[in-house]
Protein backbone atom coordinates (compact mmCIF):
# COMPACT_ATOMS: atom_id res chain seq x y z
CA UNK A 1 0.00 0.00 0.00
CA UNK A 2 2.90 2.64 1.45
CA UNK A 3 4.59 1.51 -2.06
CA UNK A 4 1.60 2.34 -4.09
CA UNK A 5 1.12 5.73 -2.41
CA UNK A 6 4.54 6.48 -2.74
CA UNK A 7 4.41 5.50 -6.91
CA UNK A 8 1.56 8.21 -7.02
CA UNK A 9 3.29 10.65 -5.28
CA UNK A 10 6.23 10.69 -7.21
CA UNK A 11 4.57 9.99 -10.40
CA UNK A 12 1.89 13.03 -10.04
CA UNK A 13 4.87 15.47 -8.92
CA UNK A 14 6.98 14.29 -11.71
CA UNK A 15 4.37 15.12 -14.67
CA UNK A 16 3.22 18.15 -12.79
CA UNK A 17 7.05 19.44 -12.25
CA UNK A 18 7.76 18.82 -15.79
CA UNK A 19 4.35 20.89 -16.93
CA UNK A 20 5.62 23.33 -14.81
CA UNK A 21 9.16 23.29 -16.26
CA UNK A 22 7.86 24.32 -19.77
CA UNK A 23 4.98 26.79 -18.81
CA UNK A 24 6.17 28.61 -15.90
CA UNK A 25 7.13 32.45 -16.82
CA UNK A 26 10.74 32.65 -14.89
CA UNK A 27 13.23 30.69 -16.62
CA UNK A 28 15.23 30.27 -12.94
CA UNK A 29 11.53 28.97 -11.65
CA UNK A 30 12.25 26.19 -15.14
CA UNK A 31 15.25 25.24 -13.93
CA UNK A 32 13.91 25.16 -10.37
CA UNK A 33 10.74 22.56 -11.41
CA UNK A 34 13.11 20.55 -13.56
CA UNK A 35 14.99 19.77 -10.41
CA UNK A 36 12.56 18.61 -8.94
CA UNK A 37 11.03 16.91 -11.30
CA UNK A 38 14.72 14.69 -11.80
CA UNK A 39 14.58 14.52 -7.75
CA UNK A 40 11.24 12.18 -7.90
CA UNK A 41 12.28 10.17 -11.11
CA UNK A 42 14.99 9.19 -8.70
CA UNK A 43 12.13 8.66 -6.11
CA UNK A 44 10.76 6.03 -8.95
CA UNK A 45 13.56 4.60 -9.42
CA UNK A 46 13.89 3.35 -5.73
CA UNK A 47 10.80 1.72 -6.18
CA UNK A 48 11.94 0.15 -8.86
CA UNK A 49 14.58 -1.61 -7.23
CA UNK A 50 17.52 0.29 -9.14
CA UNK A 51 18.86 2.05 -6.30
CA UNK A 52 22.01 3.22 -7.60
CA UNK A 53 20.82 4.24 -10.96
CA UNK A 54 18.53 6.57 -8.65
CA UNK A 55 21.52 8.01 -6.65
CA UNK A 56 23.48 8.37 -9.59
CA UNK A 57 20.85 10.85 -11.23
CA UNK A 58 20.72 12.79 -8.02
CA UNK A 59 24.54 13.22 -7.96
CA UNK A 60 24.88 14.10 -11.64
CA UNK A 61 21.96 15.64 -12.60
CA UNK A 62 20.57 16.82 -9.64
CA UNK A 63 23.88 17.73 -7.96
CA UNK A 64 26.10 18.84 -10.71
CA UNK A 65 24.36 19.36 -14.18
CA UNK A 66 21.51 21.36 -12.34
CA UNK A 67 23.58 23.53 -10.56
CA UNK A 68 25.65 24.73 -13.96
CA UNK A 69 22.41 24.88 -15.43
CA UNK A 70 21.33 27.39 -12.72
CA UNK A 71 24.18 29.28 -12.13
CA UNK A 72 24.55 30.23 -15.99
CA UNK A 73 20.28 30.99 -16.60
CA UNK A 74 20.47 33.24 -13.02
CA UNK A 75 23.23 35.47 -14.90
CA UNK A 76 21.28 35.82 -18.11
CA UNK A 77 19.67 38.81 -18.63
CA UNK A 78 16.38 37.97 -20.15
CA UNK A 79 13.53 39.75 -21.48
CA UNK A 80 10.53 37.79 -20.11
CA UNK A 81 8.15 39.41 -23.53
CA UNK A 82 10.76 38.71 -25.54
CA UNK A 83 11.10 35.14 -24.60
CA UNK A 84 7.33 34.43 -25.08
CA UNK A 85 6.69 36.45 -28.87
CA UNK A 86 8.81 32.65 -30.27
CA UNK A 87 6.09 30.42 -28.76
CA UNK A 88 3.95 30.56 -31.41
CA UNK A 89 7.01 30.33 -34.30
CA UNK A 90 8.44 27.33 -32.48
CA UNK A 91 5.30 25.86 -31.65
CA UNK A 92 5.04 22.94 -34.69
CA UNK A 93 8.47 22.05 -34.63
CA UNK A 94 7.85 21.79 -30.48
CA UNK A 95 4.60 19.69 -31.25
CA UNK A 96 6.47 17.45 -33.95
CA UNK A 97 8.68 16.60 -31.35
CA UNK A 98 6.75 15.60 -28.50
CA UNK A 99 4.90 13.23 -31.23
CA UNK A 100 7.88 11.69 -32.14
CA UNK A 101 8.95 11.12 -28.39
CA UNK A 102 5.51 9.95 -27.85
CA UNK A 103 5.64 7.33 -31.06
CA UNK A 104 8.89 6.31 -29.64
CA UNK A 105 8.00 5.37 -26.17
CA UNK A 106 5.03 3.41 -27.46
CA UNK A 107 6.83 1.35 -29.93
CA UNK A 108 9.66 1.15 -26.94
CA UNK A 109 7.06 -0.51 -24.60
CA UNK A 110 5.58 -2.48 -27.60
CA UNK A 111 8.90 -4.22 -28.33
CA UNK A 112 10.01 -4.62 -24.86
CA UNK A 113 6.62 -6.79 -24.34
CA UNK A 114 6.78 -8.28 -27.62
CA UNK A 115 10.36 -9.91 -27.04
CA UNK A 116 10.91 -12.82 -25.06
CA UNK A 117 12.11 -11.98 -21.91
CA UNK A 118 11.56 -13.84 -18.09
CA UNK A 119 8.69 -11.53 -17.16
CA UNK A 120 9.48 -12.00 -13.71
CA UNK A 121 13.02 -10.54 -14.23
CA UNK A 122 11.78 -7.69 -16.55
CA UNK A 123 12.02 -4.85 -13.50
CA UNK A 124 14.90 -6.13 -12.03
CA UNK A 125 17.13 -8.59 -13.99
CA UNK A 126 19.23 -9.82 -11.28
CA UNK A 127 18.64 -11.85 -7.91
CA UNK A 128 17.59 -9.37 -5.22
CA UNK A 129 20.34 -10.36 -3.57
CA UNK A 130 22.89 -9.11 -5.47
CA UNK A 131 22.98 -5.29 -4.95
CA UNK A 132 22.69 -3.17 -7.90
CA UNK A 133 26.47 -2.24 -8.53
CA UNK A 134 27.54 -5.37 -7.97
CA UNK A 135 25.21 -6.24 -10.92
CA UNK A 136 25.91 -3.78 -13.64
CA UNK A 137 29.94 -4.08 -12.64
CA UNK A 138 29.25 -7.77 -13.62
CA UNK A 139 27.97 -6.62 -17.22
CA UNK A 140 29.94 -3.93 -17.61
CA UNK A 141 33.35 -5.48 -16.88
CA UNK A 142 32.48 -8.77 -18.70
CA UNK A 143 30.03 -8.64 -21.34
CA UNK A 144 29.63 -5.23 -22.64
CA UNK A 145 33.91 -4.41 -21.90
CA UNK A 146 34.80 -3.36 -25.16
CA UNK A 147 31.94 -0.81 -25.87
CA UNK A 148 32.39 0.73 -21.94
CA UNK A 149 36.08 1.06 -22.76
CA UNK A 150 34.98 2.94 -26.05
CA UNK A 151 32.41 5.17 -23.78
CA UNK A 152 35.76 6.04 -21.76
CA UNK A 153 37.25 7.44 -24.50
CA UNK A 154 34.44 9.35 -25.99
CA UNK A 155 34.23 10.65 -23.16
CA UNK A 156 37.84 11.84 -22.89
CA UNK A 157 37.53 13.23 -25.98
CA UNK A 158 35.00 15.02 -25.32
CA UNK A 159 36.39 16.28 -21.97
CA UNK A 160 39.60 17.07 -24.37
CA UNK A 161 37.77 19.18 -26.83
CA UNK A 162 35.86 21.41 -24.41
CA UNK A 163 39.32 22.51 -22.66
CA UNK A 164 40.61 23.13 -25.86
CA UNK A 165 38.21 24.97 -27.58
CA UNK A 166 37.81 27.13 -24.10
CA UNK A 167 41.61 27.66 -23.61
CA UNK A 168 43.21 31.04 -25.34
CA UNK A 169 45.94 32.78 -23.87
CA UNK A 170 44.55 36.57 -22.94
CA UNK A 171 47.08 39.05 -22.87
CA UNK A 172 45.27 41.15 -20.66
CA UNK A 173 45.35 38.59 -17.76
CA UNK A 174 46.85 38.49 -15.18
CA UNK A 175 48.03 35.01 -13.09
CA UNK A 176 48.81 34.47 -9.38
CA UNK A 177 52.30 32.89 -9.59
CA UNK A 178 51.74 30.93 -5.89
CA UNK A 179 54.84 29.47 -5.92
CA UNK A 180 56.92 32.82 -6.12
CA UNK A 181 53.98 34.06 -3.40
CA UNK A 182 54.93 31.36 -0.96
CA UNK A 183 58.38 31.54 -1.50
CA UNK A 184 58.50 35.35 -0.86
CA UNK A 185 60.01 35.99 2.22
CA UNK A 186 60.01 39.54 4.34
CA UNK A 187 63.30 40.58 3.74
CA UNK A 188 61.98 40.54 0.21
CA UNK A 189 59.39 42.56 0.84
CA UNK A 190 60.39 45.03 3.88
CA UNK A 191 63.07 47.79 3.88
CA UNK A 192 63.70 49.61 7.28
CA UNK A 193 64.82 53.22 6.42
CA UNK A 194 65.84 55.66 8.09
CA UNK A 195 64.26 58.79 6.59
CA UNK A 196 65.78 62.20 6.98
CA UNK A 197 62.67 64.83 7.27
CA UNK A 198 61.92 67.02 4.51
CA UNK A 199 62.86 64.40 1.53
CA UNK A 200 60.70 61.28 0.43
CA UNK A 201 61.47 58.12 0.28
CA UNK A 202 63.33 56.32 -2.77
CA UNK A 203 61.17 53.34 -4.01
CA UNK B 1 12.01 -2.25 15.84
CA UNK B 2 9.42 -2.83 13.05
CA UNK B 3 8.67 -6.50 14.06
CA UNK B 4 8.14 -4.74 17.83
CA UNK B 5 5.20 -2.92 16.28
CA UNK B 6 3.90 -6.28 14.31
CA UNK B 7 4.06 -8.36 17.36
CA UNK B 8 4.04 -6.61 20.45
CA UNK B 9 1.73 -3.80 19.57
CA UNK B 10 -0.26 -5.93 16.35
CA UNK B 11 -0.22 -3.60 13.55
CA UNK B 12 0.06 -4.94 10.11
CA UNK B 13 3.62 -4.60 8.28
CA UNK B 14 3.36 -1.83 6.32
CA UNK B 15 2.06 0.40 9.18
CA UNK B 16 4.10 -0.95 11.49
CA UNK B 17 7.14 -0.15 9.28
CA UNK B 18 6.24 3.50 9.13
CA UNK B 19 5.57 3.69 12.97
CA UNK B 20 9.12 2.16 13.41
CA UNK B 21 10.59 4.68 10.84
CA UNK B 22 8.81 8.02 12.44
CA UNK B 23 10.22 6.63 15.64
CA UNK B 24 13.61 5.88 14.25
CA UNK B 25 13.74 9.55 13.03
CA UNK B 26 12.70 11.46 16.09
CA UNK B 27 15.23 9.52 18.25
CA UNK B 28 17.49 10.42 15.67
CA UNK B 29 16.72 14.29 14.61
CA UNK B 30 15.78 15.56 17.94
CA UNK B 31 18.66 14.64 20.08
CA UNK B 32 20.33 15.98 16.65
CA UNK B 33 19.12 18.94 17.82
CA UNK B 34 20.32 19.29 21.10
CA UNK B 35 23.45 18.02 20.14
CA UNK B 36 23.61 21.12 17.58
CA UNK B 37 22.91 23.59 20.38
CA UNK B 38 25.20 22.06 22.37
CA UNK B 39 28.03 21.90 19.61
CA UNK B 40 27.41 25.85 19.20
CA UNK B 41 28.66 26.05 22.81
CA UNK B 42 31.58 24.01 22.52
CA UNK B 43 32.59 25.80 19.34
CA UNK B 44 32.45 29.25 21.40
CA UNK B 45 33.96 27.95 24.34
CA UNK B 46 36.92 26.24 22.04
CA UNK B 47 37.72 29.74 20.17
CA UNK B 48 37.48 31.67 23.36
CA UNK B 49 39.91 29.48 25.33
CA UNK B 50 42.38 30.07 22.22
CA UNK B 51 41.94 33.76 22.30
CA UNK B 52 42.15 33.97 26.17
CA UNK B 53 38.97 34.66 26.78
CA UNK B 54 35.82 33.44 28.78
CA UNK B 55 33.03 33.06 26.28
CA UNK B 56 29.84 32.44 27.59
CA UNK B 57 28.86 31.99 31.24
CA UNK B 58 26.33 33.70 32.07
CA UNK B 59 23.01 31.82 30.84
CA UNK B 60 22.36 29.18 32.91
CA UNK B 61 25.47 27.30 34.64
CA UNK B 62 29.06 27.79 33.26
CA UNK B 63 26.76 29.50 30.37
CA UNK B 64 25.21 25.73 29.31
CA UNK B 65 22.19 27.56 28.24
CA UNK B 66 23.16 30.04 26.28
CA UNK B 67 22.91 28.61 23.00
CA UNK B 68 18.58 28.09 23.91
CA UNK B 69 19.02 31.89 25.03
CA UNK B 70 20.18 32.51 21.44
CA UNK B 71 17.27 30.37 19.61
CA UNK B 72 14.24 31.79 21.93
CA UNK B 73 15.90 35.25 20.81
CA UNK B 74 15.44 34.53 16.94
CA UNK B 75 12.24 32.78 17.61
CA UNK B 76 10.82 36.05 19.15
CA UNK B 77 12.17 38.24 16.08
CA UNK B 78 10.10 39.45 13.34
CA UNK B 79 10.84 37.74 10.04
CA UNK B 80 11.27 40.05 7.56
CA UNK B 81 11.09 39.62 3.59
CA UNK B 82 12.63 41.90 1.66
CA UNK B 83 10.08 43.62 -0.94
CA UNK B 84 12.25 42.91 -3.99
CA UNK B 85 12.91 39.31 -3.35
CA UNK B 86 11.29 36.24 -4.62
CA UNK B 87 8.51 35.45 -1.85
CA UNK B 88 8.03 31.81 -2.36
CA UNK B 89 12.01 31.09 -2.92
CA UNK B 90 12.96 33.42 -0.24
CA UNK B 91 11.50 31.63 2.39
CA UNK B 92 12.15 27.83 0.57
CA UNK B 93 16.17 28.41 0.98
CA UNK B 94 16.09 27.69 4.59
CA UNK B 95 13.72 25.14 4.62
CA UNK B 96 16.15 23.10 1.87
CA UNK B 97 18.82 23.75 3.86
CA UNK B 98 17.58 22.26 7.12
CA UNK B 99 15.47 19.52 5.69
CA UNK B 100 19.02 18.03 3.47
CA UNK B 101 21.20 18.75 6.45
CA UNK B 102 18.61 16.48 8.38
CA UNK B 103 18.05 13.63 6.01
CA UNK B 104 22.25 12.74 5.69
CA UNK B 105 21.59 11.27 9.19
CA UNK B 106 19.36 8.70 8.09
CA UNK B 107 21.87 6.54 6.82
CA UNK B 108 24.82 7.33 9.55
CA UNK B 109 25.49 4.08 11.66
CA UNK B 110 25.75 4.65 15.65
CA UNK B 111 26.41 1.35 16.20
CA UNK B 112 25.65 -2.34 14.35
CA UNK B 113 22.30 -1.83 13.60
CA UNK B 114 21.88 1.37 15.15
CA UNK B 115 20.35 3.09 11.37
CA UNK B 116 17.38 4.39 10.05
CA UNK B 117 18.20 2.98 6.99
CA UNK B 118 20.57 0.47 6.13
CA UNK B 119 20.92 0.55 2.74
CA UNK B 120 23.50 -0.69 0.64
CA UNK B 121 24.26 2.66 -1.11
CA UNK B 122 24.68 4.50 1.76
CA UNK B 123 27.81 6.38 0.72
CA UNK B 124 26.13 7.05 -2.43
CA UNK B 125 23.20 8.66 -0.91
CA UNK B 126 25.53 10.93 1.52
CA UNK B 127 26.99 12.07 -2.13
CA UNK B 128 23.40 13.06 -3.29
CA UNK B 129 22.00 14.50 -0.35
CA UNK B 130 25.00 16.53 0.56
CA UNK B 131 24.78 17.51 -3.27
CA UNK B 132 21.57 18.92 -2.47
CA UNK B 133 22.78 21.05 0.14
CA UNK B 134 24.30 23.72 -2.34
CA UNK B 135 20.41 24.50 -3.63
CA UNK B 136 19.40 26.26 -0.12
CA UNK B 137 22.43 28.80 -1.11
CA UNK B 138 21.81 29.57 -4.49
CA UNK B 139 18.32 29.50 -3.91
CA UNK B 140 18.58 31.81 -0.99
CA UNK B 141 21.42 34.02 -2.46
CA UNK B 142 19.60 34.49 -5.76
CA UNK B 143 16.08 34.92 -4.36
CA UNK B 144 16.79 37.82 -2.05
CA UNK B 145 17.57 39.64 -5.35
CA UNK B 146 20.89 41.92 -3.34
CA UNK B 147 24.27 41.78 -4.30
CA UNK B 148 26.54 40.30 -1.71
CA UNK B 149 23.99 37.21 -1.17
CA UNK B 150 24.45 37.07 -5.16
CA UNK B 151 28.21 36.94 -5.09
CA UNK B 152 28.24 34.62 -2.54
CA UNK B 153 25.65 31.86 -3.83
CA UNK B 154 27.83 32.08 -6.99
CA UNK B 155 31.13 31.27 -4.67
CA UNK B 156 29.46 28.42 -2.34
CA UNK B 157 28.19 26.71 -5.86
CA UNK B 158 31.61 26.70 -7.56
CA UNK B 159 33.07 26.04 -4.02
CA UNK B 160 30.99 23.17 -3.06
CA UNK B 161 30.97 21.52 -6.58
CA UNK B 162 34.77 21.84 -6.76
CA UNK B 163 35.15 19.74 -3.83
CA UNK B 164 32.77 16.85 -4.30
CA UNK B 165 34.78 15.91 -6.70
CA UNK B 166 37.49 15.28 -4.96
CA UNK B 167 35.66 13.87 -1.86
CA UNK B 168 33.74 11.51 -4.32
CA UNK B 169 37.48 9.71 -5.10
CA UNK B 170 38.10 9.96 -1.39
CA UNK B 171 35.28 8.13 -0.84
CA UNK B 172 35.74 5.75 -3.54
CA UNK B 173 39.46 4.88 -2.56
CA UNK B 174 37.94 3.90 0.82
CA UNK B 175 34.77 1.78 -0.68
CA UNK B 176 37.53 -0.46 -2.77
CA UNK B 177 39.53 -1.12 -0.01
CA UNK B 178 35.88 -1.72 1.62
CA UNK B 179 34.54 -4.07 -0.78
CA UNK B 180 30.55 -2.06 -0.40
CA UNK B 181 29.04 1.39 0.09
CA UNK B 182 27.05 0.21 2.64
CA UNK B 183 28.71 2.73 5.87
CA UNK B 184 27.63 -0.37 8.35
CA UNK B 185 30.10 -2.95 6.30
CA UNK B 186 33.00 0.11 6.28
CA UNK B 187 33.17 0.53 9.77
CA UNK B 188 33.49 -3.77 10.14
CA UNK B 189 36.06 -4.00 7.40
CA UNK B 190 38.21 -1.44 9.52
CA UNK B 191 38.27 -4.34 12.53
CA UNK B 192 42.04 -5.02 13.11
CA UNK B 193 42.73 -3.74 9.85
CA UNK B 194 46.31 -2.99 11.04
CA UNK B 195 48.40 -5.78 12.36
CA UNK B 196 45.43 -7.43 12.95
CA UNK B 197 45.12 -5.69 15.93
CA UNK B 198 44.70 -1.75 15.02
CA UNK B 199 41.13 -0.67 13.82
CA UNK B 200 40.72 2.24 11.28
CA UNK B 201 41.08 2.41 7.83
CA UNK B 202 43.13 5.92 8.61
CA UNK B 203 46.02 3.92 10.09
CA UNK B 204 46.95 2.48 6.22
CA UNK B 205 49.85 4.15 4.29
CA UNK B 206 47.45 4.18 1.41
CA UNK B 207 44.63 5.80 2.96
CA UNK B 208 45.56 8.07 5.90
CA UNK B 209 46.76 10.64 3.16
CA UNK B 210 42.87 10.10 1.83
CA UNK B 211 41.71 10.55 5.51
CA UNK B 212 44.10 13.80 5.51
CA UNK B 213 42.37 15.11 2.07
CA UNK B 214 38.40 14.34 3.61
CA UNK B 215 39.48 16.23 6.70
CA UNK B 216 40.21 19.20 4.85
CA UNK B 217 37.58 18.66 1.86
CA UNK B 218 35.15 18.35 4.43
CA UNK B 219 36.28 21.52 5.67
CA UNK B 220 35.57 22.83 2.51
CA UNK B 221 32.49 21.19 1.58
CA UNK B 222 30.76 22.84 5.18
CA UNK B 223 32.31 25.84 4.62
CA UNK B 224 34.29 26.39 7.65
CA UNK B 225 37.10 28.20 8.07
CA UNK B 226 39.61 28.66 6.45
CA UNK B 227 37.19 28.52 3.47
CA UNK B 228 34.42 30.12 4.71
CA UNK B 229 34.32 32.76 1.71
CA UNK B 230 30.89 32.04 1.20
CA UNK B 231 30.22 34.37 3.97
CA UNK B 232 33.49 36.30 4.02
CA UNK B 233 32.01 39.31 6.18
CA UNK B 234 35.08 41.59 5.23
CA UNK B 235 33.86 41.47 1.95
CA UNK B 236 30.40 40.16 1.87
CA UNK B 237 28.43 41.10 5.11
CA UNK B 238 27.35 37.91 5.76
CA UNK B 239 27.08 36.31 2.47
CA UNK B 240 23.67 34.15 1.68
CA UNK B 241 22.10 34.59 5.04
CA UNK B 242 22.68 38.22 4.55
CA UNK B 243 18.78 39.28 3.48
CA UNK B 244 17.58 36.33 6.28
CA UNK B 245 16.27 36.92 9.64
CA UNK B 246 14.50 35.40 12.89
CA UNK B 247 13.84 31.76 11.97
CA UNK B 248 14.95 31.53 8.54
CA UNK B 249 17.98 32.77 9.74
CA UNK B 250 18.16 30.16 12.63
CA UNK B 251 17.34 27.10 10.50
CA UNK B 252 20.41 28.12 8.22
CA UNK B 253 22.54 28.31 11.19
CA UNK B 254 21.06 24.74 12.53
CA UNK B 255 21.55 23.14 8.79
CA UNK B 256 24.95 24.61 8.92
CA UNK B 257 26.45 22.87 12.23
CA UNK B 258 24.28 19.81 11.79
CA UNK B 259 26.25 19.60 8.43
CA UNK B 260 29.46 20.24 10.29
CA UNK B 261 28.70 17.69 12.56
CA UNK B 262 28.11 15.36 9.65
CA UNK B 263 31.16 15.93 8.61
CA UNK B 264 32.83 14.95 11.57
CA UNK B 265 30.83 12.37 11.92
CA UNK B 266 31.74 10.79 8.48
CA UNK B 267 35.61 11.16 8.82
CA UNK B 268 35.28 9.08 12.58
CA UNK B 269 33.05 6.04 10.42
CA UNK B 270 35.28 6.41 7.01
CA UNK B 271 38.70 6.33 8.40
CA UNK B 272 38.75 6.20 12.17
CA UNK B 273 36.86 3.06 12.74
CA UNK B 274 33.37 4.71 13.85
CA UNK B 275 31.74 3.08 16.87
CA UNK B 276 35.03 0.64 17.43
CA UNK B 277 37.45 1.10 19.81
CA UNK B 278 41.25 2.42 18.56
CA UNK B 279 42.80 -0.68 19.10
CA UNK B 280 41.21 -4.58 18.62
CA UNK B 281 41.50 -5.48 22.21
CA UNK B 282 38.21 -7.44 24.16
CA UNK B 283 38.35 -5.05 27.38
CA UNK B 284 37.56 -1.96 25.01
CA UNK B 285 34.71 -3.60 23.99
CA UNK B 286 32.42 -3.29 27.53
CA UNK B 287 32.65 0.69 26.35
CA UNK B 288 29.47 1.18 24.45
CA UNK B 289 29.97 1.72 20.83
CA UNK B 290 28.28 4.41 20.32
CA UNK B 291 30.30 6.29 22.94
CA UNK B 292 33.33 5.32 20.90
CA UNK B 293 31.64 6.86 18.02
CA UNK B 294 30.60 10.53 20.06
CA UNK B 295 34.30 10.54 21.21
CA UNK B 296 35.67 10.38 18.04
CA UNK B 297 32.90 12.76 16.69
CA UNK B 298 33.79 15.27 19.15
CA UNK B 299 37.28 15.05 18.34
CA UNK B 300 36.83 16.10 15.07
CA UNK B 301 34.91 18.83 15.93
CA UNK B 302 37.31 19.92 18.52
CA UNK B 303 39.63 19.90 15.33
CA UNK B 304 37.42 22.35 13.34
CA UNK B 305 37.34 24.35 15.89
CA UNK B 306 41.09 24.72 16.40
CA UNK B 307 41.32 25.34 12.70
CA UNK B 308 38.49 28.25 12.49
CA UNK B 309 40.42 29.27 15.48
CA UNK B 310 43.77 29.48 14.27
CA UNK B 311 44.16 29.70 10.46
CA UNK B 312 43.83 32.93 8.48
CA UNK B 313 40.76 32.80 5.23
CA UNK B 314 41.91 31.72 2.11
CA UNK B 315 42.24 33.53 -0.86
CA UNK B 316 39.20 32.28 -3.55
CA UNK B 317 41.53 31.35 -6.16
CA UNK B 318 43.63 29.48 -3.80
CA UNK B 319 40.90 27.91 -2.54
CA UNK B 320 40.12 26.66 -6.13
CA UNK B 321 43.56 26.14 -6.82
CA UNK B 322 43.75 23.60 -3.76
CA UNK B 323 40.48 21.81 -4.79
CA UNK B 324 40.72 21.35 -8.81
CA UNK B 325 45.10 21.39 -8.63
CA UNK B 326 46.03 19.63 -5.81
CA UNK B 327 43.30 17.38 -3.79
CA UNK B 328 41.89 16.24 -7.21
CA UNK B 329 45.20 14.88 -8.89
CA UNK B 330 46.29 13.34 -5.58
CA UNK B 331 43.22 11.77 -4.73
CA UNK B 332 42.97 10.82 -8.18
CA UNK B 333 46.33 9.09 -7.99
CA UNK B 334 45.40 7.28 -4.88
CA UNK B 335 42.54 5.72 -6.33
CA UNK B 336 44.98 4.00 -8.61
CA UNK B 337 47.27 3.28 -6.09
CA UNK B 338 44.97 1.47 -4.01
CA UNK B 339 43.07 -0.52 -6.60
CA UNK B 340 46.46 -1.34 -7.85
CA UNK B 341 47.38 -2.54 -4.59
CA UNK B 342 44.33 -4.23 -4.11
CA UNK B 343 44.87 -6.11 -7.72
CA UNK B 344 48.66 -7.11 -6.55
CA UNK B 345 46.75 -9.05 -3.53
CA UNK B 346 44.59 -11.03 -5.98
CA UNK B 347 47.26 -12.22 -8.35
CA UNK B 348 47.30 -16.37 -8.45
CA UNK B 349 43.85 -16.45 -6.50
CA UNK B 350 41.35 -17.66 -8.26
CA UNK B 351 38.14 -14.47 -8.61
Same mark, same amino acid.
Given at each position: ???????????????????????????????? =??????????????????????????????? /????????????????????????????????????????????????????????????????????????????????????????????????????????????? /??????????????????????????????? | ????????????????????????????? #???????? !????????? @????????????????????????????????????????????????????????????????????????????????????????????????????????????????? !????????????????? @??????????? $??????????????????????????????? #????????????????? #?????????????????? #?????????????????????????????????????? =?????????????? @??? /?????????????????????? *???????? *???? !? $????????
Amino acid at each position: MIQTLAFYLFATIVVASAALTITSRNPVHSVL =WLILAFFNAAGLMVLCGAEFIAMLLVIVYVG /AVAVLFLFVVMMLDIDFTELRAGFVRYLPAGLALAVLLAVELVVGAYAWTAARIDLAKRIAPTDVAVPNIEAIGRLLYSRYLYVFEGVGLVLLVAMIGAIVLTQRKRAD /AKAQNINRQINRRAKDAIRNVNQPIGQGVEL | MTSFFETTVGLPYGWAWTVATLVGILVIA #LPLMLAVA !MIIYADRKI @WAAMALRRGPNVVGPLGLLQSFADGLKVFLQETIVPSSANRGLFLLAPIITFTVALIVWAVIPFDVGVVVADINVGLLYILAASSLGVYGVIISGWASNSKYPFYSALRAAAQ !MVSYEVAIGFVLIAVVL @WAGSFNLTTIV $LEQRAHIFGFINGFGFNPLLFPMAVVFLISS #LAETARAPFDLTEAESE #LVAGYQTEYSSMAFALFW #LGEYANVILMCALNALLFWGGWLPPVDWAPLYFVPGII =WFLAKTFFFFFVFS @WIK /ATVPRYRYDQLMRLGWKIFLPL *SLTFVFLV *SGWL !M $LQRVGVPA
